[in-house]
């Protein structure tokens, strides 16, 4: 006789000082899944990451995340309305399908060479600079300033509008009046820039991603506001997620010099195996969450249709069932799986991925090759939260 959601520990109170990775440690310990005061399940393994992307079985998240939070209007709602990530069925492949083409791995390997003269330009003045703020000078501007070139915008235009994503994305987690308040006037200033952008290339189209992306979706089913939003996810998705993923593996390089002194030997051999294990550590995004389409026995518990179920990233990517000694930063280790789950996985799995892999890659062969003595100047970032896209601490470093 399965259980009953009944039967499902709440979450572990927080205690003081615990990092995330303590927290989610202390509600794993509990059993295999867990519910918070909402009613959200928590699961933890990789096998339930891989259960929830399954769209036979759950669907994506669309409106309710701000439902619950009461929000019934705005930008970020009227956002989340129109973007690839928070739909379904064949409302997602009609916003997806014009993307994947420009995102193909083939196409984004093509651009490796001048990603990679980006990073190096971006590097080399900062040689011998002294101590430098790592998100301000490197890990900020390099993504947001790749994405602005895909996508059209002039590269002046890429701090100001690097600044209106980190600020946005806050409102896409659950967030307090102020955040939102903030993070829905950054989404309405990037809403009107990019239908500026959009504007431009209409009267003059060049030979680029922006154009083609726009004479395919000109007789599709998109409406005006969705090819806006996608134009929009992909800033916002393409910027503070690699930003946050440079900053966290460098991190964890500079605390393991055996390991950056690996990548500093040999930055070819090295680089893609450090992103791996830096992508699995300490990840940038915190869950994924789902609605579950039918009732179905997990670990043991009957999960009813219309269950919100989250599962961690954090705790997937520790899972002892998969990664040998998952606790130990490690960038020699073998076992990771063929498709790194951080990029999710079902029919929303991150369209972006080759191209975050290969910026985190050039960026740190850049960084092994021009500035080997790097070191941390105070404390290392800290990512801290469990629900989408993670914050970042400062971090500062000696170049
Ligand atoms: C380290 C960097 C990145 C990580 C860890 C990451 C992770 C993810 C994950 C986990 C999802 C799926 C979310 C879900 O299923 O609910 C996703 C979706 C997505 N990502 Fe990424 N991403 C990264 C970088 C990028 C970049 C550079 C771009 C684009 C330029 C991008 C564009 C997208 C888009 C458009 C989606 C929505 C796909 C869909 O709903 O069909 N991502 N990403």
């Avoid at 295999?32 to 699961?43: E, F, H, M, T």
């Avoid at 952008?197 to 209409?202: D, F, G, S």
Wanted: net charge negative.
């Amino acid at each position: 006789m399965p259980k009953t959601l009944r039967d499902i520990p709440e979450l572990p109170a927080y205690v003081e000082g615990q990092t995330d990775h303590d927290f989610m440690a202390a509600a794993r310990s509990q059993g295999p899944l867990a519910r918070n005061q909402l009613g959200i399940i928590s699961g933890f393994s990789l096998a339930n990451m891989e259960l929830i992307n399954d769209d036979r079985w759950t669907r994506q998240i669309e409106m309710e995340a701000m439902f619950i939070s009461g929000v019934r209007d705005g930008p970020m709602f009227e956002f989340q309305r129109n973007a690839v990530l928070f739909s379904n069925g064949q409302t997602h492949r009609n916003r997806r399908g014009p993307l994947v083409r420009s995102f193909a791995n083939k196409v984004i390997s093509e651009m490796r060479p001048r990603i990679s003269a980006r990073v190096r330009a971006l590097v080399a003045p900062l040689r011998g600079t002294g101590s430098i703020d790592f998100l301000e000078a490197i890990a900020g501007p390099f993504p947001a300033q790749v994405i602005a070139s895909i996508i059209g915008a002039p590269e002046d235009d890429t701090g100001m509008f690097a600044r209106h994503v980190y600020s946005a994305i806050r409102g896409l987690s659950h967030c307090s009046e102020e955040v939102r308040a903030e993070s829905n006037a950054d989404m309405a200033a990037l809403d009107t820039y990019v239908a500026g952008l959009i504007a431009q290339r209409r009267a003059t189209p060049e030979a680029d991603f922006l154009s083609t992306y726009l004479e395919r979706g000109q007789d599709g089913p998109l409406t005006e506001d969705e090819v806006r939003a996608q134009l929009t996810a992909l800033v916002l998705a393409g910027s503070d997620t690699t930003r946050g993923a440079l900053a966290s593996t460098i991190s964890q390089l500079l605390q393991h010099p055996e390991q950056w002194a690996l990548l500093v030997n040999d930055p070819d051999r090295w680089a893609e195996a450090a992103v791996l294990e830096g992508l699995r550590f300490d990840p940038v995004i915190g869950s994924l969450p789902r609605i579950t389409l039918e009732p179905r026995e997990v670990e043991g518990v009957l999960i009813p249709k219309g269950s919100f179920i989250a599962v961690s990233m954090l705790t997937a990517l520790r899972d002892p069932e998969v990664y040998g000694d998952p606790d130990r930063f490690d960038i020699t280790r073998t076992d990771h799986p063929r498709l790194h789950p951080v990029f999710g996985g079902g029919p929303h799995r991150c369209l972006g991925e080759a191209l975050a892999r290969i910026e985190l890659e050039e960026a740190l062969k850049a960084l092994a090759r021009l500035v080997p003595d790097m070191q941390l100047d105070g404390p290392p970032v800290q990512l801290r939260g469990y629900g989408a896209v993670r914050n970042l601490s400062a971090m500062r470093v000696v170049v």
